[in-house]
């Protein structure tokens, strides 16, 4: 997998770097699904590397910022393993298969997604309430009803060196995916003659709005 530079021009695009390009085909089928697929991966776990790696250009102090930076890079990287309507998920089975670590670690951080970040539901979150009892000696006995919120700290250094690695073996895997669905496609066009790819429709694209954020693509 590759970067390519684009430009976007309302509902099309335009390549950049193809002095040579004629027309840019739309094409489909599962394995271009697949492949569409595999490219939302890859920005949702780019998106992850950079909450991650932002991280420690926030001050220790701004501690809510860097927890938001933390979570953001859990959640976002899980949304790659979670089942979804409009796009296959990753298999952590097929991506960390040879390591037991990793498959270890890997069902921790889906564990604090979903029963703490998400769901408040494991003890990492507490809250706690009690009464400040007075010695007696005034006409009422209770000075005050407090209640205590108490968060579990997970932003430590071992955990943010391996939700790195998982991160890291996950976008090796979906690049490599992506290429080998990528040539076999390519295979597959360049058997058909020039003439008939020629006459295809051309790549467009029409950005969503707001009447669109309840609806599956």
Known sequence: M??????????????????DAAKVIKIDGPKVKRLNDLLLHRMDLEFSEYCLNAINKVHKEENQLRQSLWR???VN?????????????????RIYKSDSMALEIFTYFKNLRNKYFIHDENSYTQSISGAILNQGNKSYKIEKLITLGILGETLEDANFSNLSLLIKIAQRWVDHEYDVIAKDITRELEAIPYDELLKREEVSFRISDISKVDKER
């Open 77 to 93: 990287y899980f949304k790659c393993f979670a089942s979804n309507k409009s796009r296959s998920q990753l298999s952590e089975i």
């Open 2 to 19: 590759e970067n390519i530079k684009i430009l976007k021009n309302e509902n099309s695009i335009s390549i950049i770097g193809f002095s």
């Open 72 to 74: 953001s890079a859990i």
